[in-house]
């Protein structure tokens, strides 16, 4: 099984700037959405693909046409309202973030929105909290768990890279963690972002190939833009992974997506036995 998930965020959605930080900054911006989005739409109807989409409610708010027609044709999950940190907010903040964005989402989409997924992954073990949070708020599939290190969140020896019940007292949901692969022993993420457009695709395709039954890949709009603009202010490694291979991504998205089909994640999640899936309690 191959899942394909979108951020649905603009190319200024980097977390931990301060020039990038909040909606007050954003609108400052110029708008990349449409453009990104309509070449993202047309990769999936040209490949056959399928994939969910993790809205920003922000993005939803603000350019409700767009995330209407995406709706139309693909499952809408939420990427927070704000997407700010998990682990820089209260339990409280962030259920109060989770029920805006659902509401917001499901007023403008007429889905039901009951998928998850954390801005930068932030869902760390000492944020487990979260989950019973999202349980209580109608989410019933997350994709948030990152099972190696990443700049902003991450779960380093999450006990699996493939779709688990993560259960706690009077909470269980539906997780579908990041693909790792291994080098000189060490586990990283390959299938999404910054890494798919760094690695060489024929190691794309190896380490996809290992995951003979399930992996998972994440894209964001801006990820296939060489035309965006450079954020002010950011780090030279941060630079690095946020504009290499910008030029090239669409062309191996295109021939990753021909290679390896991929559903959204609600026929993902309707395809697993649930009753024989590993139950992991954090
Ligand atoms: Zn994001």
Excluded at 184 to 206: D, Q, T
Excluded at 256 to 266: G, I, K, N, Q, T
Aim: charged letters at 25%; one cysteine or more.
């Amino acid at each position: 099984m191959r899942v394909l998930t979108i951020d649905l965020e603009e190319w200024f959605h980097l977390l931990d700037y301060d020039a990038t930080r909040t909606e007050a900054e954003w609108g400052k911006f110029e708008v990349r959405i449409y453009e990104n989005t309509e070449r993202l739409l047309r990769i999936l109807e040209d490949t056959g693909s399928r994939a969910t989409f993790f809205v920003i409610g922000w993005i939803a708010k603000t350019y409700p046409d767009l995330v209407r027609r995406i709706a139309e044709q693909y499952p809408i999950g939420t990427h927070t309202e704000n997407h700010q940190l998990i682990w820089q907010q209260t339990p409280e903040q962030f259920r109060a973030d989770v029920r805006n964005s659902i509401r917001r989402l499901e007023d403008i989409t007429g889905q039901r929105v009951d998928t998850f997924r954390a801005p930068g992954f932030s869902i760390r073990p000492t944020e487990a909290w979260a989950f019973e949070v999202l349980e209580e708020e109608g989410i019933v599939v997350d994709s948030s768990i990152f099972p190696a290190h990443a700049s902003h969140g991450g779960w380093p020896g999450f006990p699996s890279d493939r779709p688990v019940l993560v259960q706690g007292d009077g909470f269980s949901i539906k997780e579908f963690p990041m693909s790792l692969a291994h080098f000189a022993g060490r586990p990283f993420v390959f299938a999404g972002g910054g890494y798919f457009r760094l690695f060489p695709y024929p190691l794309l395709r190896r380490w996809t190939r290992e995951h003979d039954d399930y992996s998972i890949c994440y894209i964001h709009p801006r990820d296939l833009d060489p035309g965006q603009p450079m954020v002010p202010g950011l780090s030279l490694p941060r630079k690095f992974k946020s504009y290499y291979g910008l030029s090239g991504a669409e062309k191996k998205l295109r021939r990753y997506l021909a290679e390896f089909p991929s559903l959204d994640l609600r026929s993902a999640e309707q395809a697993i036995d649930w009753s024989q899936a590993t139950v992991i309690q954090p």
